[in-house]
């Protein structure tokens, strides 16, 4: 459970001096989770939102991600490097599936609000095939391309719905893809370790000609926009409905 104010450096740092305890990849979903405890959250949201430097700052991090859903950057680490982001998919969008893939970090996510659905597949000689894509390291926001990196057969390993309050975590190695409820909006709450595994894995049954040749745009949203976003999802998880 979170102490102190609500002004807008309170649950980063909050989450800092955590993480510099524990260490930066021990307990994300945990963390996430109680970072939303109590009320508190929804004032921190409101302040961001308030706050000429954290909006523009959020905003310079944040766009619509290729998968289908809102990525929101509340904070990143100074000290140790974490994240916390929101994620917001849209009811009547959501059911359009992200292409499975790894992360370059380990990860926590709480439900906020909907259902989050998960599959996480593994590797074997019998599955499906899939060419294999690799993701570059960021640069400052920059639009990028995938690089072919040759082909896999993946399975479905596990299936899981997530109502709201639920808590999912996965490594970095993990194949997975998520996508929100088609009824209805989901948001979640996602905690990042440092990025150590780069290039991470996007897999894909297109063609390596196809794929290769997007170019991945990055358009970020206006801080008005941000503003916004922060402001519907204090709304959320400060109704009665979200259980607090």
């Not at 800092?16 to 996430?32: M, N, P, Q, T």
């Not at 939102?49 to 929101?72: C, E, L």
């Not at 790894?102 to 926590?108: A, C, L, Q, R, Y």
Request: aromatic residues 8%; proline residues 5%.
């Amino acid at each position: 459970m979170i102490d102190g104010s609500d002004e807008p450096s309170s649950i980063g740092d909050w989450l800092e001096e955590k993480l510099l305890a524990r260490g930066c990849d021990e307990g994300l979903g945990d963390l996430a989770a109680a970072a939303t405890e109590g009320r508190r959250f929804a004032s921190w949201l409101r302040a961001l939102a308030r706050d000429k430097g954290s909006r523009d700052a959020i905003a310079a991090r944040s766009y619509t991600h290729d998968n289908g859903f809102d990525r929101i950057s509340l904070c990143i680490g100074g000290r140790i490097a974490y994240e916390l982001r929101l994620h917001i998919w849209r009811g009547g969008q959501s059911d359009t599936r992200e292409r499975l893939h790894s992360h370059p970090w380990n990860f926590g996510s709480t439900v906020l609000a909907g259902t989050l659905h998960v599959e996480q597949y593994e590797e074997n000689h019998t599955g499906d095939r899939h060419n294999i894509f690799l993701y570059p390291r960021p640069v400052d926001g920059q639009d990028y391309r995938l690089v072919a990196a040759g082909e896999a057969h993946l399975s479905p390993l596990l299936r899981m719905q997530l109502p709201t309050g639920a808590i999912y975590t996965a490594r970095n190695t993990m194949i997975h893809r998520a996508w929100g409820d088609p009824q209805s909006t989901t948001v979640t709450l996602m905690l990042r370790g440092p990025g150590n595994a780069y290039p991470s894995r996007v897999f894909d049954t297109r063609s390596t000609e196809v794929v290769s040749s997007l170019l991945h745009k990055i358009p970020r949203f206006q801080p008005a926009v941000v503003a916004e976003k922060l402001l519907e999802v204090a709304d959320i998880v400060s109704s009665p409905e979200s259980g607090e």
